[in-house]
């Protein structure tokens, strides 16, 4: 293990931390304003337990699916700044770092080399390569597949991007790339089913809008048994798909201004979910209403018609926008 923190990440809502690839990672919340930890963490402990309630259901009602569930990291501490955590910790940090706010969750493992060199000689510009490759930042290796997007321009080595940035931290893999890097096309139908049932758990067990959430493509943990069946194993590797970044997630209300909010946040996400007209929307949609019908009819009270009608009415505007 290594002795000091490593920066593995950055957003506007800070940097992320961690010590090794196997272990806990340390978010901090040095980026921009009116950005919020306390509100990740507590949308991050809600979530957790909605998909701890997803499984139940799944298990009590004997419901066999040919996809994986979508993961969420284990969330274990929100750290304040005068916290006794920074005491011993700190010094672990460079030293121009001083205490913040903080939350403290397992890691989400990279990509093996293996899969970065695969990556990097298909789609980098072969001058900088060697430089991607060796680059310590770039071991730290996630995938956001982008089932809702398209590349316009193609950076196939053979038609070398003009750019010579490229980094393969959250690196954006469009539809297209799927496709031509040989991920069967039933891993991409699963990938958007598991994204319509993360969202139904999202909205009708965590109330949840998703506003700004990240998906990413990553191998399961290094101690999880090779038995576990929530993975898919393609070109890419046995990986899973983690959700994650949860800080400008809101309440969301249960009637009509509660659906239009999280029709926003559909289309203000990066472009993760399939869009109307592309082949995976019949996937997602089917997925996202049949989950969001279990979901309901298990745990709401009250209003069940007046959810199943929202949850229609979601994808309903979602597909005549």
Request: proline share 6%; hydrophobic share 35%; glycine share 4%.
């Amino acid at each position: 293990m290594a002795s000091n923190y490593s920066c593995i990440g950055a957003g506007f809502c800070g940097t992320v931390w961690a010590l090794s690839e196997d272990g806990q990672a340390v978010k901090r919340e040095d980026g921009g304003p009116n950005r919020s930890l306390a509100n990740d963490y507590a949308m991050h402990r809600r979530i957790l337990q909605s998909f701890t309630r997803l499984t139940d259901i799944k298990r009590r009602f004997g419901i066999h699916q040919t996809f994986p569930q979508v993961r969420v990291s284990e969330c274990h501490h929100f750290i304040s700044p005068n916290d006794q955590w920074w005491t011993e910790n700190l010094p672990l940090f460079p030293s121009q770092y001083s205490p913040c706010n903080a939350i403290v969750s397992d890691r989400i493992p990279p990509f093996a080399e293996q899969i970065r060199k695969l990556i990097v000689n298909r789609y980098c510009n072969p001058a900088i390569q060697t430089e991607i490759l060796t680059s310590a930042a770039n071991r730290d290796c996630l995938i956001r597949p982008y089932l809702g997007r398209r590349r316009t321009q193609k950076t196939e080595v053979n038609r070398p991007s003009r750019f010579a940035a490229f980094s393969l931290r959250n690196y954006p893999l469009h539809e297209d790339q799927m496709e031509d890097i040989g991920i069967p096309t039933e891993d991409m139908q699963s990938y958007a089913r598991m994204m319509g049932e993360a969202l139904a758990t999202l909205h009708w067990l965590g109330e949840v809008d998703g506003n700004d959430i990240e998906f990413v493509l990553a191998p399961p943990p290094f101690h999880e048994e090779l038995s576990n069946t929530n993975t898919i194993t393609n070109v890419l590797g046995r990986h899973a798909m983690w959700m994650l970044d949860f800080d400008l997630c809101r309440h969301m209300p249960m009637g009509d201004a509660g659906v239009q909010q999280a029709v926003a946040a559909f289309w203000r996400n990066d472009p993760f979910y399939p869009r109307p007209q592309s082949k995976l929307w019949a996937d997602f949609r089917e997925q996202y209403l049949m989950s969001s019908e279990e979901i309901i009819n298990e745990y709401s009270q009250v209003d069940i018609d007046e959810r199943l009608s929202f949850a229609r009415d979601f994808i309903g505007l979602i597909e005549t926008k």
